[in-house]
């Protein structure tokens, strides 16, 4: 469990981090999203007590990072993946960070193996592409088998395929009950990784959701229904839910697809088709935040493409 109250960072009289107060649990993959300079990296510095804050503070399962008795234990972390040792091999250099932090030399052919990197271990780190430094990155945070797992732009570099890798890694892990917290300034990237999603902009907390609600919650969430009988399944509908898409079907609003489906079969309506909607996570984002400060909200989302958008509400969160 993470735990942030109030942290604030100046730079020269400048606020990078305004204020920030959430709680990142454990059981699920929390994405850390906002463009480049919302504050990211700095906030996870400040968790790890790279940086002091100017006020606020950050607690790791209950304690400020430096009062963990086995921080490696504890917390394992993926900041900067070029602070490797170029002439240093991969296994190497995983030997060295376990013998500074009291591991077992076995944990390192596990977490080797585990990012994939077992063939390349005795290469020089000089020859690694980015995408091998963000696993070597990600196998080193994993040395200390730690609770709580946060990385800092992991998807960064990595192919598609390390991509799909990844996401099944940290849902994993999540899945074992640890707290899972990864930044990106990519909100569509992070939408299949994360079930929680806390956005920052300009330093300060825009939204603080879970990713289903979010998509929920936007327009242009809702289900789609191919049915020869569709008048029939629309009066059969709570009232207001449904209506006739003019072409055989329905357009249905605040019911699932299993809702929709169940209703159908009471009444033995046959279905040609029944189709989810989930607008992808920034379009979400954008559409939940419109009405406020949309100047706002487009940073968050680091999207250039709604510029002429209407300006936006700051999305309120689901604690
Ligand atoms: N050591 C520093 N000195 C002065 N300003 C800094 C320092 N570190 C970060 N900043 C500034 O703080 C702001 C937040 O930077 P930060 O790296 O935390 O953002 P980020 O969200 O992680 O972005 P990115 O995705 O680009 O890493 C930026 O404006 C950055 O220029």
């Keep these: 469990m993470i735990e942030v109250r109030g942290l604030t960072k100046r730079y020269g009289g400048r606020v990078v981090v305004d204020d920030l107060t959430f709680t990142v649990a454990p059981g699920r993959v929390t994405g850390f ?25 950050a607690l790791v399962n209950g304690v400020p990072y430096a009062r963990l008795t086995a921080p490696m234990r504890e917390v394992g972390a ?3 993946p070029g602070a490797l040792h170029p002439g240093r091999g991969a296994r190497a250099h995983l030997a060295w960070l376990a013998r500074a932090g009291g591991v077992g030399r076995a944990r ?7 990012v994939g990197l077992s063939e390349a271990a005795h290469r020089r780190v000089a020859e690694f592409s980015l995408g091998m430094r963000q696993r070597l990155g990600i196998a080193a945070s994993l040395l200390g088998d730690p609770g709580v797992v946060m990385l800092d732009e992991p998807l960064n570099g990595l192919d598609p395929e390390g991509i799909v890798w990844l996401r099944s890694l940290l849902g994993g892990l999540a899945a074992q009950g640890r ?4 930044s990106s300034h990519l909100m569509n990237e992070m939408e299949a990784t994360a079930g929680h999603v806390l956005v920052i902009g300009s330093g300060r907390l825009v939204a603080d959701i879970g990713v289903a609600e979010l998509t929920r919650r936007a327009a242009g969430a809702g289900v789609t229904v191919v049915a020869p009988r569709w008048a029939e399944l629309l009066a059969a509908l709570p009232p207001g839910s449904a209506r006739a898409d003019g072409r055989g079907g329905l357009t249905v609003t605040g019911l699932d ?6 209703a159908a079969a009471r ?5 040609h088709e029944l189709t ?8 979400a984002f954008m559409d939940l935040t419109r009405g406020g400060d ?15 958008r209407p300006a936006a509400e700051s999305t309120g969160g689901d604690r």
């Design 33 to 57: 999203l906002g463009p480049n300079g919302a504050g990211k990296s700095t906030t996870m510095r400040m968790i790890l007590g790279l940086d002091a804050p100017a006020s606020g503070s």
């Design 78 to 80: 993926l900041l900067d």
């Design 108 to 114: 390192v052919e596990e977490v080797l193996d585990l």
């Design 179 to 182: 707290t899972v917290f990864v």
């Design 257 to 262: 697809a299993a809702a929709v489906g169940e």
């Design 267 to 271: 009444r033995g309506i046959a279905l």
């Design 276 to 283: 989810t909607h989930r607008p992808r996570l920034e379009d």
């Design 294 to 308: 949309g100047r706002r909200a487009r940073a968050a989302a680091g999207s250039a493409a709604d510029a002429g």
